[in-house]
């Protein structure tokens, strides 16, 4: 597609369940990153992908987190035995490598997670 | 300190009036530098490039102050529509570092 796509759009999910959110970026950006937005509050850095780079993991909150990206394409974040403070909405967003002449990130809609 | 640090306002401002952001960061190799907006519920969008030399683009200035380390975005007779989130970006020089957004200056233009 043209742009960044997440899925699902929402998801609503029981305290103690795993949830699995997806990202796919655009064809050719080797940077991916994950934000968290809770209601009303900035963007929250969670992770970033570089190419084949050890990726940035130092913004993921707990173990509970984790984020996978296979070669320059899709990206999974899996968050294990969801608490209710997980809710929120959490971006993906993707660039052209640094150094590059247009780093512009573009962002996708974004997942809206609800733990109830 | 923070890599990226603004003012999360709220800024309610009437109609017409001028009003001012800064954005303040703390690696001093920064190379670009962004304006991004984020509409309520909305993901954010980049709203323009911050050159050295200072841009503007419409009712919108951005400027660069490389010795203070800070952006400013100033926006010229607010209109209703500006009302949103107003996010910096700042990108290190080259390599596999990250881009860093700051949490937002929330501005609300008010009739």
């Known amino acids: 597609g043209a742009g960044v796509s997440q899925s699902p759009s929402n998801k609503v999910t029981e305290k103690g369940k795993d949830v699995e959110l997806r990202c796919d970026p655009i064809?050719?950006?080797?940077?991916l990153y994950w934000y968290r937005q809770r209601l009303g509050q900035g963007l929250e850095f969670l992770i970033y992908?570089?190419?084949?780079?050890?990726?940035?993991k130092s913004g993921l909150p707990s173990d509970r987190f984790s984020a996978e990206r296979t070669g320059e394409s899709v990206s999974t974040l899996t968050i294990q035995r969801t608490q209710q403070e997980d809710s929120a909405v959490y971006l993906c967003?993707?660039?052209?490598?640094?150094?590059?002449?247009?780093?512009?990130?573009?962002f996708g809609q974004g997942t809206r997670l609800t733990v109830v | 300190r923070k890599e990226v640090e603004q003012d999360p306002g709220p800024f309610n401002v009437p109609e017409g009036a001028t009003v001012a952001f800064n954005c303040t960061y703390s690696n001093s190799a920064s190379q670009s530098f962004f304006w991004y907006r984020q509409d309520c519920r909305k993901e954010p969008k980049l709203l323009m490039s911050v050159y050295s030399s200072g841009n503007e683009d419409g009712r919108f200035t951005a400027q660069l102050n490389r010795a203070s380390q800070y952006i400013s975005l100033l926006i010229r007779d607010s209109k209703l529509s500006d009302s949103a989130t107003y996010l910096c970006?700042?990108?290190?020089?080259?390599?596999?570092?990250?881009?860093?957004f700051g949490t937002g200056t929330k501005l609300q233009v008010i009739p």
């Open positions: 970006v700042v990108t290190p020089l080259g390599g596999y570092q990250k881009v860093t």
């Open positions: 992908f570089q190419g084949n780079s050890a990726p940035d």
């Open positions: 064809s050719g950006h080797t940077a």
């Open positions: 967003a993707s660039s052209l490598a640094l150094g590059t002449v247009n780093t512009e990130a573009f």
